[in-house]
Structures are given as structure tokens and as C-alpha cells.
């Protein structure tokens, strides 16, 4: 696999995996290190990507490494939440696998791309079909043969992406599921795969490529096994830097779970300051409590999402906390997933079918926005929006306009109803939110 490796360099490392296929990837990084050590760059203190060899308790972990132009990942996460160009589906020779991920990503799509699949499989093929996108957030899925080569697979998957100018392309561990290939095998061809695509392009329309593992019952595991393999190996510590989003350091302890609900206690700092916010505009309520919402998935989501708005617009303020009103029925959906467009348009579509968040609590207060229960109890989220750089809304928007339209996929961030003085935010992408704090009055 190595002989060509000279064109990789590594990046930074960002997010985790299941033991064993996160143990199969390793091992060839590994191995490129020990062949180029002079190629290893260890950042310094000061340096923005880490500091070697130590080990935070991230709940999400990722590698990623540079292959020529290409930035290639390796990460925990449901294939399906991907937001790229190209989706990935590993599948059998009648394209109808309804098991594992290929199951998660067919009915994530919807019946529309199954019966699409049933078409083209009847009809001359070659090793792979291409159906549109459905409901999942990408372009177009490519459905492959996991019993195949695959390296050839990933090698067409990539000139297809390229023949078609796309940027971005998510794709499962080819083969490790149903077809049962070995994980380190998997790991040689793909980056094989890339390498061979690289050398054939210096400037390629595609630049990420990335590796989607769903085993995040693993994660404690992997972070131990983790500990271990950096106390253990000199060439792994002189290889890679490590960056993770940590929790947020006042949260409660979580003892190693992902999701929890923590009940402030009134006259604390942090609580007095949500009831600040929020009495602003709602002085006439009581509270009856507020409870901060200690996530780690939706918070990695959020986090990482962050980091590239921050990236692209420079100098631009892309947070704000703001309110947003829901029913009690909602309310344990939220906490778990986060906000969801698939609901846009239950209380508001004017500004676009996306998801609202009010600047002042009294808005989202309103009764059509935070409908009382049955004991009259009603129930408001403080959340944290990327806002971004922003333009006025209008009724029909699915995404953000473009902000030039002779470059239609430069989007804006999100919408607002006046742009001089908003009253209220609306974003199309569900990991640009995420809800702190639950408020519950009357």
C-alpha cells in the first residue's frame, strides 16, 4: 500500500471510531510514520492543532490526514446526517440490501430512491448505480457492490465525483458489513484508492473524502484503547496531534454518558442569568425551572459546524442565543436530536421553510409557539444559533440564497426578517443549533 505514500502528510486529528475498524486505519497512518518520519510535523504549545501524545475525554473522535489536495476523514457518525455532495451506499448486486447502514441510508432516502434503485437494477449496469438524493442532504447516492474490489470501487467513486465537479463524497467502511471483508484491508484500499486519484490530479474539484463508522456504543473503548496506544507507541505520538471539542467544562459530570438533563438551582450564577434573558421580555411569567442540556453528540455536531463558519467568515460574530417556543410533546425529541427542518412549517413558513429562532423570549412565548400542556405548563429552549452572515427571508426557501448568484453554492448562513434590526433568525442546516437550556413557566 506504502509505496506511493510520500504524497501524504498529516493534518490534524479531530473525531473516533469502533475499536477494531478505528484500530485497522491506525495501523496504516502508523506505518506511513515510521516510513517518513521526517514528513511527521509535531506542533508546538502555541500550535492551534494540540498538543501531542495528550488525550482530553472527548465523547466523538475523528482522524483526519491530508492525501495531496484531498482531506481524508475517519469518523464515528450516522452516514445518513451526512451534509455532502455525494452519499455512499454499500450494497449487494441487486441494490436492494435492506440491512446495517445500507438499510439506515435506503430508508433514510426515501420510497422514491428505492424504486429508482429497482429501475436501474433491471437495466444494464456497470459495478455501481446512481440515484438522486431524496431526503437525505447530498446531491446524489452512489450505490456500490460491498463484495467487490474495493479499491476499483473507491477509485470510480472518485472519478464520478470529479467528473461531475463535486466537492465532498461520505462513504461506509466498503465491504466490512454484509460482504465481511477485513477492516484493515478496507482501510489499504481506500487510502490506496485516494492516493492513486491524487497523483493523477493536483488541483481536483474534489476535496474531502470521508470514512463514516456507526458504532458510537464503542466509543469509552476506543478512548481507552485510545490512552494505551499513545502511551505505548513513540511513532503514533510523533505522528499525530489531537484536537477535540471538549464538553464545555461547567457542565455536570456525565460519568460517561452521552445525553443528560441537569436542573439548576435558583440563585446560581448560571441559572440567574438564562432568567435574566429571558424576564427581559417575560417579566409577567413565573418560571417553574430551567434545566441545561448536556448533549455530546448534537454538541460535537454543533461544535465542528462552528468551526468551519468561524473558518469561512473570519471576523464574523456567528453565534447568538436566542429563544425558540415548542409543545410538551416536542420537547424529549429536541433534548435527544436537536432541532429538525422536517418540521419547518408546523408554526411558521413566511421567511422560509426552515427553523425560527426569536431574538426576544415574549415572541416565542406566544402560545402558537409555546402551547401551554394540560396544566397549563409551557416550554421554551435558549439556544445557541450560527446565524453567520445573513440576508432577508421570504416565504418558499429551502436553503439559504446564494449570497452572489453567479456562484449559486456560496449560501448564506441563514435568513432574518429585517436585516437592520431582526426579530428573528431562520436556519435551514440542523447542526446550527444547539438547545442549552430548557425553560419551563407559566
Not at 506511513?32 to 465523547?59: C, E, F, H, L, M
Not at 472518485?158 to 461506509?172: D, G, I, N
Not at 460482504?179 to 487510502?191: E, L, M, Q, R
Not at 448562513?413 to 438547545?435: E, H, M, R
Amino acid at each position: 500500500m506504502l509505496q506511493r505514500i510520500g504524497l501524504i502528510f498529516l493534518h490534524n486529528i479531530v473525531v473516533v471510531s469502533n475499536y477494531f475498524y478505528f484500530q485497522a486505519f491506525l495501523d496504516e497512518f502508523t506505518k506511513w510514520s515510521r516510513i517518513n518520519p521526517d514528513k511527521a510535523r509535531i506542533p508546538t504549545a502555541g500550535d492551534t492543532q494540540g498538543v501531542v501524545g495528550t488525550v482530553s475525554k472527548p465523547y466523538f473522535t475523528a482522524y483526519e490526514m491530508k492525501i495531496g489536495a484531498i482531506t481524508f476523514q475517519v469518523a464515528t457518525g450516522n452516514i445518513i446526517a451526512e451534509q455532502v455532495d455525494v452519499i455512499v451506499n454499500s450494497t449487494t448486486r441487486t441494490f436492494n440490501l435492506k440491512s446495517g447502514v445500507s438499510k439506515a441510508i435506503l430508508e433514510g432516502a426515501g420510497q422514491a430512491v428505492e424504486n429508482e434503485c429497482a429501475v436501474l437494477a433491471a437495466q444494464p449496469h456497470g459495478d455501481f448505480i446512481i440515484t438522486q438524493g431524496g431526503r437525505l442532504k447530498c446531491k446524489i447516492i452512489i450505490h456500490v457492490v460491498g463484495e467487490n474490489d474495493v479499491r476499483k470501487t473507491v477509485t470510480s467513486v472518485l472519478e464520478e465525483c470529479e467528473q461531475r465537479k463535486y466537492t465532498s463524497v461520505s462513504l461506509p467502511a466498503i465491504g466490512t458489513g454484509n460482504a465481511g471483508k477485513n477492516p484493515t484491508t478496507v482501510a489499504d484500499n481506500i487510502i490506496d484508492a485516494i492516493v492513486d486519484f491524487s497523483l493523477q490530479r493536483s488541483t481536483p474539484s474534489l476535496k474531502t473524502v470521508k470514512v463514516v463508522i456507526f458504532q458510537p456504543k464503542l466509543l469509552n473503548i476506543f478512548y481507552d484503547s485510545m490512552k494505551r496506544d499513545l502511551s505505548a507507541s513513540p511513532n503514533f505520538q510523533s505522528t499525530f496531534s489531537m484536537t477535540t471539542y471538549n464538553l464545555p467544562k461547567h457542565w455536570t459530570d456525565m460519568n460517561h454518558q452521552l445525553f443528560c438533563m441537569v436542573q439548576l438551582d435558583p440563585g446560581q450564577p448560571e441559572y440567574n442569568t438564562i432568567k435574566d434573558k429571558f424576564t427581559q421580555t417575560c417579566s409577567s411569567y413565573t418560571i417553574e425551572k430551567i434545566e441545561r442540556i448536556q448533549n455530546a453528540f448534537l454538541w460535537q455536531s454543533y461544535q465542528v459546524k462552528k468551526r468551519q463558519m468561524d473558518i469561512k467568515n473570519d471576523d464574523t460574530n456567528n453565534e447568538r442565543l436566542l429563544f425558540h417556543g415548542t409543545d410538551a410533546d416536542s420537547v424529549t425529541y429536541v433534548n435527544q436530536h436537536g432541532f429538525n427542518r422536517s418540521y419547518a412549517g408546523k408554526n411558521a413558513v413566511f421567511y422560509g421553510k426552515g427553523i425560527y429562532f426569536a431574538v426576544d423570549a415574549s415572541y416565542s412565548a406566544n402560545d402558537t409557539y409555546s402551547k401551554p400542556d394540560s396544566n397549563g405548563r409551557k416550554h421554551m429552549y435558549v439556544v445557541r444559533v450560527l446565524t453567520g452572515v445573513f440576508t432577508k427571508g421570504h416565504a418558499g426557501l429551502v436553503t439559504p440564497p446564494p449570497k452572489n448568484p453567479p456562484n449559486p453554492t456560496d449560501l448564506f448562513d441563514s435568513v432574518t426578517d429585517n436585516t437592520q434590526s431582526p426579530k428573528l433568525f431562520v436556519i435551514f442546516f440542523d447542526n446550527q443549533a444547539y438547545p442549552e437550556y430548557l425553560i419551563t413557566f407559566a
